[in-house]
């Protein structure tokens, strides 16, 4: 059984940090690329950041660039993201997902699996 689990969010206050861990098991991911997705109260889901099968190339919503980054270790079948500078906008269930393909998808539909979410609250 194929599973992503998503750990680390919690409640902060803005201007703090959070590291966010994505474990995958049942399989391994090295040649997919990963992605956080974040949905906020009352809005669609959206893409935070992604990262290609090898780490070499990332990419950021502009909403977050500059605070967030986003990483992976194959060997330990792992994606990270770490958030720094956090905003109140920046609540929401944050998941991560994997790609049927190496390089980023253009589309969420493009993605084979997804965790169930962690919760992060930024309070002002």
């Known amino acids: 059984q194929v599973e992503l689990v998503e750990s680390g969010g919690k409640a902060v206050r803005a201007g703090g940090s959070l590291r966010l861990s994505c474990a995958a098991s049942g399989r391994t991911f090295d040649n997919s690329a990963m992605s956080w997705f974040r949905q906020a109260p009352g809005k669609e889901r959206e893409i935070v950041a992604a990262?290609?099968?090898?780490?070499?190339?990332?990419y950021y919503a502009d909403s977050v660039k500059g605070r967030f980054t986003i990483s992976r270790d194959n060997a330990k079948n792992t994606l990270y993201l770490q958030m720094n500078s956090l905003k109140p906008e920046d609540t929401g269930v944050y998941f991560c997902?994997?790609?049927?393909?190496?390089?980023?998808?253009?589309?969420?539909?493009?993605?084979?699996?997804w965790g169930q979410g962690t919760q992060v609250a930024v309070s002002s």
């Open positions: 990262v290609t099968w090898d780490g070499g190339f990332t």
């Open positions: 997902a994997a790609a049927r393909r190496a390089w980023i998808p253009a589309t969420s539909s493009e993605y084979m699996y």
